[in-house]
């Protein structure tokens, strides 16, 4: 039993690791993007991707129900 639970802690630190290094990264490419003034336009590129991946998620997400 406490091997089952220490492969569990390692595998929950190791999923929270990876979350927390994808943070990382997405806010230091949003940062570098700021500061060469090209978030707006990386902006204005990725809501048209962004929204039609919501209304998709929206509808699976719907017909389950």
Known sequence: MQRYLDFMLIR???VAGGIVVLALV???VALTLKRRGRLDQVRRH???AVRAAMRSAARRL???R
């Open 12 to 14: 929950f630190g190791l």
């Open 26 to 28: 997405v806010f230091a």
């Open 46 to 48: 990725a809501d048209p």
């Open 62 to 64: 719907g017909d389950r």
